[in-house]
Every structure is written in C-alpha cells, then in structure tokens.
C-alpha cells in the first residue's frame, strides 16, 4: 500500500531531453556594456532577442519572457544541433536559476530548456566553471555554446 501511495504522489516529472521543444541560450557580462544578444533554438528556426533586457528582468516579479525575431537560415545552421547536445547534467538540482544574484562581476551562461510541458531555466557563471566542481558534460556544452554565441554574434554585426 505503501508503495502504491508513494508512486501516486512523488514528484516523476522530469524534463524531456530527448524532444525538446526549444533551448535558450546567451552571454551575459556585467562588466561589458556592449550589447548582448539572447537566441531561442527550435527544430526548426532560431531567433534573437536584442532587448538587452535579460540582466533587469530576471529579478522582476514577471521575469525575463524571450521576444525574438526570427534570423536567417544560414545562421539556423550555425546553431541547429545545439537543441540535440543538451547534456542530462542540466537537470541537476544545484544549479543556478535566472533568478538567483552572483558576483559583483558576471559573466554568465544563460540557459532554458522546454519539451512544451516543463522548462528549466539556468545560470552557469565563469566564476563555478573555474572553482567548482561542474561536470565535465556542462564545461564542455558551455564552451560549445560560447563558440556558436560568437559566430551567431558575428554574423549580426555583418
């Protein structure tokens, strides 16, 4: 009985990995006042929120809502594997949200997954990459990202 009553209501929901609907992904540096953009990736397209408005309304009672328009198709392809690649460690519990403060100094990975029925939304500062103990799969997606962030970015100043 016990175990009947338990599986009815523990919490099984997890994110789908798998089919995902969408990753968000961006820079943000508190240091740097030039401009930084955030991308939303689907299966299908990759858009760009140039609001700048990231770093203000993650503290906000609303919180941040991604508003992009869609970029090119070429700039798709730089991007488009990056929604298969989302390593299982971004499920852990320890790490940060977009609503939690670090240092003085950020320089953050922002990140959020959906699979249309739940989301996850993280942080990952240079800061934890350098002192902490972060797995080996999120150093190197972060790198992955970081990589495309520019090349995206470089193709918007084009």
């Known amino acids: ?33 030039g401009a930084y953009n955030i991308y939303k990736l689907t299966h299908s397209a990759l858009f760009v929120d140039r609001r700048e408005i990231w770093h203000n309304k993650r503290h906000t009672q609303a919180g941040y809502t991604f508003k992009g328009e869609i970029m090119s198709e070429e700039q798709f392809q730089i991007a488009k594997n990056l ?11 320890s790490l940060k949200g977009f609503y939690t403060i670090g240092n003085k100094n950020e ?27 972060l797995p080996i799969e999120l150093k190197k997606f972060r790198r992955l990202i970081e990589n495309k962030v520019k090349q995206l970015d470089r193709k918007n100043d084009t």
């Open 1 to 33: 009985m016990n175990k009947v009553l338990h599986s009815l209501f523990k919490n099984d929901k997890k994110l789908n990995l798998e089919n995902l609907d969408y990753l968000i992904f961006g820079r943000f540096h508190s240091d740097n006042y």
């Open 83 to 93: 929604i298969n690649q989302v390593p299982n460690n971004i499920l852990d519990e």
């Open 107 to 133: 320089d953050k990975l922002i990140l959020e997954v959906s699979d249309g029925k739940l989301k996850k939304e993280i942080t990952i500062d240079e800061y934890e990459i350098d002192t902490e103990e």
